[in-house]
């Protein structure tokens, strides 16, 4: 993309001049409470990494030390090297010696309304026990295990036996689909998987056994599958192959020691859309990752010893990694983890929640916020919120007023927001508002955190001015980055490292204003966010392209009130025209190949796309007739003027 195409695509016309500071009651008493504190933490970190580090990682514990905090450059560099740590013996083992032994970690509650609460001395049982599980199923440390579950506590259980062994999760969001499932086995040469018989969502049944069973048609690797009970429906398990966790859980030792790992051993791959079609398999090791996630929980959320803490993502994205299990977990929090849809039985129900748990630090989504503005002001007005004292946002950019109403409404004008800015790729936020000082304005993600040093640059890799909108970049290393692609380092160099030199790029652009708060604009990609989720163009096309009426689709997103981005297609036929009838069948063909998160929200039938000479499909001018605007695009290149005004025509 040329760079006059970058400069329009993430083009910023939002002028914000609304300033919030933060209430003096809950400045006093933050973690960090000053600006000088937080410019002394800012300006060692990025002048001294080693030793701002070194001091960090003083909140973790260690079976060794370190012999080199930071060794090597970006895209190769390596923390805490010769050191020796185990992700769960941080988040569970280190609260046992004293009164948080009987301290809540997880408040579970299914959306039929059952609850389970369990102690960390009941999630240190539990942990052992499925660790002693997997052992017994043959799994070794360094071998892979997919988890494609509900949001159950054994979700949280079994990624945190996988860490205790060295064994390597591999979570998949549980809307993913039978073929997406095979996908992210293959790639990861998974050996076991644990799943349920299925979860609920707005009362029901998410049939997850059914997926993995069409999944191991084409995953040679996989030879084992545990299955929760959850909903009681009818599986087929087939002999020596599939088990009841519950049975297997029945004789087992509830001892089992963690195995003291190197600190760059893999504690994770997370797969994450690429605009290839090929997903990505992101690998996240054990100690960098943690510390990142561990010192973030407690900067961001200023989390306190008897904060109850919900963050609304599930575990099959980022989010969940690491602001449910792990950053939470390490700082002994207690988390709140709920099943199901925030308006089942109807919209109050996280209301209800935060009433009925005196939740103090609730983290959602964008998405969310603008569902809950929809539903109307009357479903959280019914309940009791004053518990709350922080709130957060995470997923994509929040619109300023969807920001004020989270303030106003939700917050009562007197909890803080925290818009928090990071990737899956960066395992931990990147940047954020702390809350006990910085002068929030709504829309903007503020400042870069401790050891985050940012630049907004132009495709050249020259530094910007403020209100110029360019490409947000990394310019140092930091501990939670990801470490490459699973089986794919080139791949790792290529998509990260290589559109502006010496800099770490991931598809944001963004700008800065005059006080140095950094304002993201959006991807400059063809990759979407929908509700949230990164999604590739690249694999709705090949869905859809799979279909055998179609001969060829472009996907573009566009402007949607409630999920910030839809999905709209423009698909051209092998012979006759569309219908109705076609386009519901094509939105059920990318449900069943991709799962529900990738329905399209739009069909809309072209007898041709527009292209350059070269052959190219012009998405550019395609976002522009989805979302019904007037295009300002060059196209000069374009093969054939005429495609575009039939388009056009079309949609009139």
């Known amino acids: 993309m040329s760079q006059s195409g970058i400069q329009k695509s993430i083009e910023s016309v939002l002028r914000e001049t609304r300033t919030f500071a933060p209430p003096a009651t809950f400045s006093a008493t933050a973690h960090i409470n000053s600006e000088q504190q937080y410019e002394a933490m800012w300006n060692r970190a990025k002048d001294d990494p080693s030793g701002f580090w070194a001091d960090m990682a003083s909140n973790l514990d260690w079976f060794r030390r370190w012999d080199t905090v930071m060794q090597g450059h970006m895209p190769d560099t390596k923390w805490f090297v010769g050191g020796k740590i185990n992700a769960c013996y941080n988040c569970v083992d280190r609260h046992l010696d004293g009164p948080n032994r009987n301290k809540a970690a997880i408040i579970w509650e299914g959306e039929p309304g059952d609850t389970r609460v369990l102690r960390y001395q009941d999630l240190h049982r539990e942990v052992c026990k499925f660790a002693n599980v997997l052992k017994k199923l043959g799994v070794q440390t360094g071998d892979r295990v997919t988890i494609y579950m509900p949001m159950v506590p054994e979700l949280a259980i079994a990624m945190l036996a996988c860490a205790r062994i060295g064994a390597v999760h591999s979570i998949i969001f549980g809307g993913f689909s039978a073929d997406a499932v095979a996908d992210r086995n293959n790639d990861a040469q998974a050996k076991v998987i644990v799943t349920a018989d299925g979860g609920w969502r707005r009362g029901k049944e998410v049939p997850l056994k059914v997926a993995v069973d069409a999944s191991l048609d084409k995953s040679a690797s996989v030879e084992k599958v545990v299955v929760v009970r959850r909903t009681g429906g009818d599986v087929d398990m087939i002999p020596d192959r599939d088990f009841w966790w519950h049975e297997l859980m029945e004789d087992v030792s509830a001892d089992c020691d963690a195995v003291p790992l190197d600190s760059e051993h893999p504690l994770f791959i997370l797969y994450t859309s690429g605009s290839t079609g090929k997903p990505k398999g992101v690998m996240h090791t054990t100690a960098g990752y943690l510390l990142g996630t561990t010192m973030t929980t407690r900067w961001v959320f200023d989390l306190k010893e008897d904060d109850t803490y919900w963050c609304t993502a599930d575990i099959g994205w980022v989010t969940g990694h690491s602001y449910i299990c792990y950053g939470p977990l390490s700082n002994g929090a207690s988390v709140v983890m709920y099943e ?173 204003d005059e006080d140095g708060y950094i304002w993201v604009m959006g991807r400059v990609d063809d990759v979407l966010n929908v509700s949230g989720h990164r999604l590739s163009t690249m694999e709705v096309e090949s869905a859809l392209v799979s279909h055998p009426k179609v001969a060829e689709a472009a996907v573009v997103g566009f402007p949607h009130e409630i999920k910030g981005e839809g999905i709209c297609c423009f698909v051209s036929l092998k012979s006759g025209d569309g219908d109705d009838a076609l386009k519901k069948e094509l939105i059920g063909h990318v449900r069943n190949s991709i799962g529900a998160l990738a329905t399209p929200d739009q069909i809309r039938f072209a007898p041709s796309l527009p292209k350059t000479r070269s052959g190219k499909i012009m998405r550019r001018l395609l976002r522009d007739v989805a979302a019904g605007r007037e295009s300002t695009q060059d196209t000069t290149t374009l093969e054939d003027l005429s495609v575009l005004a039939k388009l056009r025509a079309d949609e009139e």
Not at 353 to 379: D, L, Q
Not at 485 to 502: A, E, N, Q, W
């Open 340 to 512: 199901g849809a925030p308006n089942w039985p109807d919209e109050g129900r996280f209301w209800e929640m935060i009433e009925k748990y005196r939740v103090s630090i609730f983290y959602t989504a964008p998405t969310a916020i603008r569902a809950f503005i929809k539903w109307g002001n009357h479903w959280p007005e019914k309940h009791d919120l004053s518990s709350l004292r922080l709130l957060g946002s995470v997923g994509e950019p929040i619109n300023p007023e969807a920001w004020m109403w989270y303030h106003k409404i939700i917050g009562q004008e007197r909890c803080p927001i925290v818009d928090t800015w990071w990737q899956t790729e960066t395992g931990a936020i990147m940047i954020s508002p702390l809350p006990g000082i910085t002068a929030t304005k709504p829309g903007s993600c503020a400042r870069p955190l401790p050891g985050v040093v940012p630049d907004i640059v132009s495709r050249e890799g020259q530094s910007l001015g403020p209100n110029e909108g360019g490409l947000l970049v990394m310019r140092q290393p930091w501990p939670s980055m990801l470490r490459t692609l699973y089986g794919d380092h080139d791949r790792f160099r290529k998509t990260y490292f290589s559109d502006v030199p010496g800099c770490y790029f991931a598809g944001d652009g963004a700008r800065h």
